[in-house]
């Protein structure tokens, strides 16, 4: 490999292609025109030559221990959503194409049962117990093992669980229900969240998880890949599963199977949803009459000399006070009382004019709404002896709960294999994706603008201030002109042959590309806000294309002699990267700005800049799966990485794993008729993080305009220090798990142990301003991680007329910096002098603590009215916040006072799922979330309020607030003073909480009714996600923080024919 390849190089677009962009979007178009053609071609064919085969099959699904029939039955036509139910006896008819048509048969608590019709009319269906379910075929890398043949910690999603619920993106499965995988939900139309997979690995470097898309890695966004399209997936989570992913694989690995079809006659599958979106909890700015009593008591507080009733509505003196008295509280006092009071409470004219014509605003409607939301999924599927094909295509177009904020995208996908000989197949997999990011959210600063604002001037204008000093939440989205387009196109060409001896050769090459398009322009135009006099026109054009590939080849040989079982696997894998960015930018449009991003030219001042960049990777890997007498397991692999991102002495890094699983259930001394199967795993592994900058070890070169006093000239410095020793992050671990099956595996267990440490973590290296540079990236720093996780599923209740199922999860993860940078040294900590490795205070990252540890005063509430002598020792007034002084010395100093006094990520997260059969077709499912144990920053408890000519940190919207009348202690008064505490102060809450996170219910249509208007199946639905949340957070949400959490009410229908 060539380790570190010229910048020059990646200048130029592939050989041929003048524009990158044109020729992606080209290509995109005509990926389209071909896959319609083909794919109505090959179904017309196909339909026409299997018009006279479709056979009619009858059945009867029983519990094969007792023989009792099974109303609910899932009946399916393999690779397609054609199928039926089974009725109040078991019963159940389908149209079938033709005798070679494989019926898979599932229900609720039983394994998948797969029978061929051949010249059967009649079918007796015997369904085992999920005891059978360890045969089940889970997906590891680069091949599939038998789930009762794991030996590392892999979790299996199967995606017809979540068919009923609401989902933009793959993440929306994720969320919750897999025991240490962390999946936070997302507060905007595009949905997604961030990954996390067994805690963090890296202070600096990204831990996602790696994703593999049908066997191969795939670097592209989440957001193309269309949940409709998923069949299931996969979640390595122990170092010797994800090994042979080598330096990729730190923070776990998501594999992910689309659909396929299957022999068998065309299948069309439709399905579409339709939803709403709404804040899940209404967090109202202060109405009129609450921020009349808001100023007055700001203006209290502010001004503790005045006096009380200086401040006091005219109207609503008390009885010993009158109207004279008040007036004589001020100077020169206005003539009219009521001009007199709004003065006193400093309203601003448009303010004075609202509250006289008893009008108002309630900003909260102006910026939060009902988002609505659709869905459409198309899918064919089908096909003939040696050939097979899927293609579907896919429109989702969301709004978020705040104006503006909006997703749309089209996704397509087509999957074709075909068996040339008896020992050749080829196929293709492509995707294409276009997605439209061109919302411009409301601004969620509107809590600062008053009830006594208004929207839009007397002509019509969108009012720039609505009260005269804040900016109007709705300003960037009137005055802003935004398109944004992401393109992609990905595909897996491949081709697999059938050596001798057993041994199977698979090539497989994985173009992807992508191209961006961001345009934007803000305008002074006075109609939606601009001001010419204030603000300056701006335009700006972003765009980069991007093109990557890989090849993998893989040698596999599978054979069983006696008792043994041996599984051998070899890869060869080469990879480039390359990257074409420009961003050109104007700004004071004249003569016109009516041409917006369309004609930057017309700017006074043009700015443009382009980064281009290009990278390459290989890997070989080895892997050997050893099964003795089928109770003993064996799996031992080793990667070799190199990537062009390190330096010279390091560009490569070498990742072993072992792992071992011994079926304890299996031995003759095992006897128990409780316990039906037991399996201890032992697995250790290296894995390696190189999410660093493509050119992180190589000094680099920057440039700045200067004046020489004659012209403008270009002047080149050097930016940043080059590191040739760079290497990679490595993350050790080991795995203890135990696998149990209950009472015929009616209770299915899993238990799992691990410990992890990275060495060699990614950092930046501060550098002493001596040497020019601030710092340099720098291999340092020791990272501890480890946790427990468990899941049990259960099968509660199952009978002919009800079926109750559940699983549980739960994982808590503890982290601990080992190592920082290596500085040893005196230093103060929690009132103490030590010795040792120097803490970084700045970032809160503390040798022998946790990444997440919160270090801040420990609050003891607020100072009241009779600890006003107290209070004043710390330079502090009653109503300000109360902290433990630890040495008692009446100065609150950071280095001594402040404790470690929380975390910021959960300690402890549970998840727990419950589907329910009942009334013949019915079905329904409940999650239930909880993220317990940890606390969050919440600002809006420090309550600036603060008066200057520019009030946007005013009205902090709903938040309590210490007065004399009103003496809480969790709240501080209003322009609280912080200034006594050493270091600053934050308010801590706690963000646990319980949710109840989706709720479902469907429907499914008897087949004798779907079969009397030509349908295979048909099904009604409907969800809620985030139905409730049970918190003491007081912010929007928990989870989001700041942000409002939607609540998403969702309606849909699927069938097929």
């Not at 045969?135 to 009923?164: C, H, M, P, W």
Request: charged residues 20%; aromatic residues 12%.
């Amino acid at each position: 490999m060539k380790e570190h390849l010229l910048l020059s190089d990646a200048l130029s677009a592939p050989k041929g292609i003048k524009d990158p962009r044109s020729f992606m979007v080209s290509m995109g178009k005509r990926f389209l025109f071909l896959c319609l053609l083909l794919c109505f071609s090959t179904v017309a064919s196909l339909k026409a030559f299997q018009a006279n085969q479709n056979l009619t099959i009858s059945g009867t699904v029983l519990d094969a221990n007792n023989e009792e029939t099974l109303p609910g039955a899932s009946i399916i036509i393999k690779g397609s959503t054609s199928g039926t139910v089974s009725d109040i006896d078991g019963k159940f008819s389908i149209n079938v194409p033709n005798p070679q048509t494989v019926l898979v048969v599932s229900f609720i608590g039983y394994i998948n049962k797969e029978i061929t019709v051949g010249n059967q009319n009649e079918i007796t269906v015997n369904m085992v117990s999920d005891a059978a379910e360890m045969d089940e075929v889970v997906v590891i890398g680069y091949g599939t093992v038998k789930k009762r043949d794991l030996t590392g910690s892999v979790e299996r999603i199967n995606a017809d669980a979540f068919q009923n619920q609401t989902m933009t993106q793959l993440t929306d499965m994720l969320t919750g229900t897999v025991a240490g995988f962390n999946a936070n939900q997302s507060t905007s139309a595009a949905g997604g969240s961030s990954l996390e997979v067994r805690g963090p690995t890296s202070l600096n470097a990204g831990t996602e998880p790696l994703i593999v898309l049908d066997g191969v890695i795939y670097k592209g966004s989440i957001q193309d890949i269309n949940p409709h399209d998923i069949e299931s997936m996969d979640i390595l989570k122990d170092a010797s599963s994800a090994a042979v992913f080598g330096s990729k694989a730190a923070s776990g690995v998501i594999l992910i199977t689309t659909k396929r079809g299957e022999s068998g006659k065309p299948t069309i599958n439709y399905s579409t949803r339709m939803g709403i979106s709404e804040p899940a909890s209404a967090r109202r700015p202060l109405g009129p009459d609450e921020y009349i009593q808001f100023r007055t008591d700001f203006f209290r507080t502010v001004f503790p000399n005045t006096p009380y009733h200086f401040y006091t509505n005219p109207n609503e003196l008390p009885s010993d006070l009158t109207v004279e008295d008040w007036r004589n509280f001020g100077d020169n006092p206005l003539a009219d009382n009521t001009q007199e009071y709004m003065s006193r409470l400093r309203l601003f004219p448009i303010e004075q004019e609202n509250y006289l014509s008893g009008n108002s605003t309630d900003w909260y409607d102006v910026v939060m709404r009902k988002g609505v939301r659709q869905t459409h999924d198309l899918s064919i599927g089908g096909g003939a002896d040696g050939f097979n094909y899927y293609w579907s295509i896919g429109y989702t177009d969301n709004e978020g709960v705040r104006v503006g904020d909006e997703f749309s995208s089209i996704r397509s996908k087509l999957n074709i294999d075909f068996d040339v000989t008896d020992w050749l197949n080829v196929g293709l997999n492509t995707q294409f994706s276009d997605r439209d990011e061109s919302g411009v959210p409301a601004s969620m600063d509107f809590y600062s603008n008053s009830p006594f604002g208004r929207e839009f001037d007397e002509n019509g204008n969108l009012e720039r201030l609505p009260h005269g000093h804040t900016f109007h939440p709705l300003l960037d989205n009137y005055r802003t002109s935004k398109l944004r387009k992401v393109n992609s196109l990905f595909s897996i060409l491949y081709a697999k042959v059938a050596l001798p001896f057993g041994i199977t050769y698979s090539l497989s090459f994985q173009p992807r590309y992508e191209t961006m398009k961001d345009l934007r322009f803000i305008s002074t135009d006075i109609r939606f806000g601009g001001s010419p006099t204030e603000d300056l026109s701006q335009g700006t054009r972003s765009e980069y294309s991007h093109y990557e590939w890989m090849v993998d080849n893989l040698l596999k040989w599978n054979k069983k002699i006696g008792i043994h079982s041996i599984d051998a696997t070899l890869l060869y894998n080469s990879e480039e990267t390359k990257r074409w960015s420009s961003d050109n930018s104007n700004i004071n449009f004249f003569p016109t700005e009516e041409l917006g991003y369309n004609a930057l030219q017309f700017g006074n001042n043009p700015a443009l800049s382009n980064y281009d960049y290009r990278s390459t990777g290989d890997a070989m890997m080895a892997r050997v799966n050893y099964t003795l007498n089928e109770k003993y397991l064996l799996t031992a692999s080793v990667r070799r990485d190199g990537y062009s991102a390190f330096g010279l002495q390091n560009p490569r890094a070498t990742f072993p794993a072992l792992a071992f699983a011994w079926q304890l259930g299996d031995e003759e001394f095992f006897d128990s008729e409780l316990i039906n199967r037991m399996k201890l795993r032992l697995s250790w592994g290296v894995n390696g993080n190189r999410d660093i900058g493509m050119y992180a070890s190589l000094a680099r070169l920057g440039s700045n305009l200067w004046y020489d006093g004659t012209r403008q000239r270009v002047g080149v410095y050097n930016s940043s220090l080059s590191n040739a020793g760079l290497r990679w992050e490595r993350t050790e671990s080991i795995n203890l798990g135990l696998d149990v099956g209950v009472l015929e595996d009616r209770i299915d267990m899993s238990f799992d142990y691990y410990d992890m440490t990275t060495t060699d973590l990614l950092m930046n290296r501060i550098l002493p301003s001596i040497t020019g540079f601030n710092d340099v990236t720098s291999n340092l720093g020791e990272l501890g991680n480890h946790g427990f996780e468990t899941t049990i599923n259960t099968v509660n209740y199952s009978d002919r007329n009800f079926t109750w199922r559940s699983s549980l999860v739960f994982s808590l993860n503890r982290n601990k910096i080992k190592n920082l940078f290596g500085d040893i040294g005196e230093y103060t900590l929690l009132g103490e002098t030590q010795t040792g490795e120097v803490p970084d205070y700045s970032n809160q990252w503390f040798p022998g603590q946790a990444i997440d540890v919160v270090w801040d005063y420990e609050m003891l509430g607020v100072w009241q009215e009779n600890e006003a002598d107290e209070a004043a020792v710390y330079g502090m007034r009653v109503g300000d916040f109360k902290a433990v002084d630890v040495d008692n010395n009446g100065v609150y100093n950071e280095l001594v006072d402040k404790q470690f006094i929380g975390y910021e990520r959960p300690r402890y997260r549970f998840g727990f799922k419950n589907d329910f059969t009942f009334l013949k077709n019915f079905t329904a499912s409940l999650f239930i979330r909880a993220d317990l144990g940890h606390i969050g920053a919440y600002s809006p408890a420090l309550n600036a309020g603060f008066e200057s000519n520019d009030r946007r940190s005013r009205n902090v919207g709903p938040v309590p607030y210490w007065t004399p009348e009103n003496p809480i202690n969790d709240y501080a008064r209003l322009d609280v003073s912080t200034s006594g505490y050493g270091g600053g102060l934050m308010v801590y809450k706690s963000r646990s909480f319980v949710r109840i996170q989706d709720l479902s219910l469907a429907y499914a249509f008897p087949s004798h009714l779907t079969q009397r208007i030509k349908l295979n199946n048909l099904r009604v639905f409907g969800s809620i996600r985030n139905l409730a949340t049970f918190t003491k957070w007081p912010h929007w949400d928990p989870e989001s923080g700041s942000s409002p959490m939607p609540r998403i009410f969702t309606t849909g229908i699927s069938l097929s024919l």
